[in-house]
Every structure is written in structure tokens, then in C-alpha cells.
């Protein structure tokens, strides 16, 4: 009889309890994605802040204050460290980009993108408690869990190393953990998506590339590549590539963006598409707009003075605004993606301060929360979200770091001739 009695007393006081605690509310979305967040790192594919910092302060760090609300400059940028906060970023690639002029390079780009991988090293330095270089997938989670923003250097453009495994080897040295094989021109050795065809992919030289990018544990980045060459690139190579920052073909045939076929062969490389922001290969209307912007430059051009273009150009943009994509359709290439290459195979881009005004909902790098609560509005769980969030880009990361040391046990660096011996 007495243990019926404690028994009752037990329910008793965990009925208590219960009407103590109150009613159980469910987390909201905001919530859901914070506490994914706060697990694992979201990591960025792309973004231009040290190109914004080159070309409007001449590299000059101590005129251009990260801690601060950077909306409210004259010309305000993306990125500031206030908002990559409320962002919840936990690791960002900082893109090292020099503009291409003409086909093949030449030397002078290897100066200036070192200028900008010491420009990353010394923001990294300036606010050393709020950012950390990250060399490795483990640094990116050692940093994210001590509170700052797990940094890394990713070089945009194959020009970068002169036809030259050597500086490829030094680049590395310096930091730099993938490199995009070309950008808007074509090289000696790789052919870009925006420019003149001329070796259908890959040459002997740039496959030499790939390789002994697969020996140093650098990321293959084919953003900006033509889709031979992707296909080259994915065969040739021994670890899994990324794309920094591209889209689905199938929802905007942009030439930017990333085609089936690849989507497949992506998914059995194991490799990641890093979704872009970028509104022109995110929207067809403003995919379209920019096609009839230039042609409408190019017919003024050739008619008028340079200062009649300027006054015409602007009047045809005032008759003719922007068509700005929406949060909605950045996820539409995200749930495509996943349709075709799957879950495992899907990162975030974004591109920021490397283009025109983002997407409705995506307007700075305050905004990736957004993005992930309106996956789980889709129905993606919250592992789902882990991944996309950097889940995936730090797997790739891994095994490529783990292909490296397998390489290494293997074979010598390269040791091979300019694409002009080849």
C-alpha cells in the first residue's frame, strides 16, 4: 500500500511540474535555423570585398572600417562585420579576384593577386577577434566554435599563376585553398564559359594543373569554366570540385551556370554547387534585361559622344528598371539542384560585393538566414540545412585534404612545361 502511495505522490509532483514549466512552444523557423547554425558553420563560396577595397581605397584597410555599419557610406557594400554577424556566418571564402583583360594573362596578375591574398591576411589581422585563417575543414570548425569567422582565401581566375605550377605551389603557400580554373577570358591552358572556344576543355597543361592542384589539397573550382572544360576538369581530377558560385542551367541558361549533365557527373565526383545570388543567373527576366542593357550600350556607342551615352544610358534605365530576383527563385535552383545531383551536393555562393543589387530577401550578407528558414518552409529538415549551410562544402574539403595525403605518399610535385611547350 505504501508504494502505491509514493507512487501517486511522484505523479503528483511530475504533474506539478508540468503545469510550472507551462505549455511546450515549438521553435520557430528563426530559431530551428540558429541552432543549426550554431552546430555547424554556414560557409560562403565567394565573396569580392577585397576587390571592393582595392578599387575604391586603393587597398587602404585603415579607411575602410569592417566593424562598423557599412550601410551608411556613400556607396554601401554588402559586407561589414556587424552584419556578417547577424548572418550567423561561420566561415567565408574571401575571393582574391583581379579582372582578366585578355586571353592567356600575362605576369602582371600574379603580382596583383598576391596584393590581394596579403590584403586578406591583413584584415584577418586587424580584427584578429572577430576573424582567423582557416587552412583546413577542422580549422574552419576549431574557429567556428570559438565564436569567429573561420577565413579563407580563394583565388578567382587561372591567370593567377602564369602558366606556372611553381607559383600554383607558392600560392597555396600563401594561403590560398581553392582556385576557380578560369574567369571571363580563356587561357592557354582552359578554356572560360564567356569567352572564344579554343581547346575544347582542358589542355595537357591544364590537366597538369588539376592534378597537381590534387596534390597540394586545393579545392577545383570550375565556376566561370566552359562546360568542356568542367567535364575535363571532373574526369582528370582525383578529388571532388566545387563550383564557388554558380546556378542551375536548366532554370536560368545563363553560361555561368552549371548543365545537367554536370549536375550528374558533380554527384558522382562527390563534389558541391555552391548556389549563387547573383540576380542575372538567378532570373530570367534579368538574365534577359542584361542581354538587351548591352545591346542598347553597344547602339549608343556606336552613334553618340561618350557624354551623350551617359545621359542616354540613363535615361533607357529609368524607362527600363531592373527586374530583381527573389529569395524564392535562389531557392528554386536550390531544390533543382537537389532534384538532379542531391542533397549532399549543394553550398551557398553568394557572391557578394561582386554584383549588382541581390535578390528581394538576399540583400547583404545579413540575410543567409533567410534563405534556410525558407527551405524549411519547403520541407527540408534541419539536417538538410546543416548541410547546404556548410555541411557539404566541409566534406569536400576533407576529402580533398585526404586525396592530398594519399598523393603525396605517391608522387613528387610536377614537373612539367608551359602550355606553350605542351
Not at 575543414?137 to 605550377?165: M, Q, T
Not at 571532373?234 to 536548366?250: D, K, M, T
Request: charged share 25%; glycine share 8%; proline share 5%.
Amino acid at each position: 500500500m505504501a508504494g502505491h502511495v509514493v507512487l501517486d505522490m511522484k505523479s503528483m509532483l511530475l504533474f506539478a511540474a508540468c503545469l510550472l514549466a507551462g505549455p511546450v512552444i515549438p521553435e520557430t523557423l528563426e530559431q530551428r535555423v540558429a541552432d543549426v547554425l550554431r552546430l555547424t558553420p554556414l560557409v560562403d563560396g565567394h565573396n569580392d570585398i577585397p576587390w571592393t577595397v582595392r578599387t575604391r581605397f586603393n587597398n587602404r584597410l585603415e579607411d575602410l572600417d569592417f566593424g562598423s555599419d557599412l550601410t551608411r557610406i556613400e556607396v554601401p557594400t554588402h559586407t561589414d562585420i556587424p552584419r556578417l554577424r547577424r548572418g550567423q556566418v561561420g566561415g567565408q571564402f574571401w575571393s582574391v579576384y583581379v579582372p582578366i583583360q585578355e586571353y592567356g594573362g600575362g605576369s602582371e596578375y600574379t603580382q596583383l593577386v598576391i596584393e590581394q591574398i596579403d590584403l586578406v591576411h591583413r584584415m584577418v589581422d586587424r580584427y584578429a577577434d572577430t576573424f582567423e585563417l582557416a587552412y583546413t575543414a577542422a580549422d574552419v570548425r576549431r574557429i567556428h566554435a570559438s565564436g569567429k569567422i573561420a577565413s579563407l582565401i580563394g583565388i578567382e581566375g587561372g591567370h593567377a599563376i602564369n602558366d606556372s605550377l611553381a607559383v600554383l605551389r607558392r600560392m597555396y603557400q600563401l594561403g590560398a585553398r581553392y582556385m576557380t580554373l578560369t574567369h571571363s577570358k580563356g587561357l592557354r591552358w582552359a578554356d572560360s564559359a564567356t569567352d572564344k572556344v579554343r581547346h575544347n576543355g582542358l589542355t595537357a597543361f591544364g590537366e597538369a594543373v588539376v592534378r597537381e592542384m590534387n596534390r597540394l589539397g586545393m579545392l577545383v573550382d570550375l565556376s566561370h569554366v566552359s562546360p568542356d572544360t568542367m567535364r575535363d576538369a571532373i574526369r582528370v581530377s582525383e578529388g571532388p570540385v566545387i563550383f564557388s558560385h554558380s546556378s542551375a542551367y536548366a532554370v536560368v541558361p545563363h553560361q555561368r551556370n552549371v548543365p545537367d549533365d554536370v549536375l550528374e557527373l558533380v554527384r558522382e565526383n562527390n563534389g558541391v554547387v555552391m548556389v549563387t545570388f547573383y540576380p542575372a543567373y538567378v532570373s530570367e527576366a534579368t538574365r534577359r534585361y542584361f542581354i538587351e542593357a548591352t545591346a542598347e550600350l553597344e547602339r549608343l556607342q556606336a552613334e553618340f559622344s561618350e557624354e551623350e551615352v551617359r545621359r542616354r544610358v540613363q535615361d533607357w534605365q529609368q524607362a527600363h528598371p531592373l527586374p530583381r530576383p527573389t529569395l524564392a527563385q535562389v531557392a528554386d535552383h536550390i531544390d533543382y539542384i537537389r532534384g538532379v545531383a542531391g542533397i549532399d551536393h549543394i553550398g551557398i555562393g553568394a557572391d557578394y560585393d561582386g554584383m549588382p543589387p541581390g535578390p528581394v530577401g538576399l540583400e547583404d550578407v545579413s540575410t543567409y538566414p533567410a534563405l534556410l528558414v525558407e527551405l524549411l518552409k519547403r520541407g527540408y529538415s534541419d539536417h538538410d540545412i546543416g548541410k547546404i549551410a556548410g555541411g557539404n562544402i566541409l566534406r569536400v574539403m576533407r576529402d580533398v585534404e585526404l586525396v592530398a595525403e594519399r598523393i603525396a605518399e605517391q608522387r613528387l610535385p610536377l614537373k612539367v612545361g608551359t602550355p606553350d611547350v605542351d
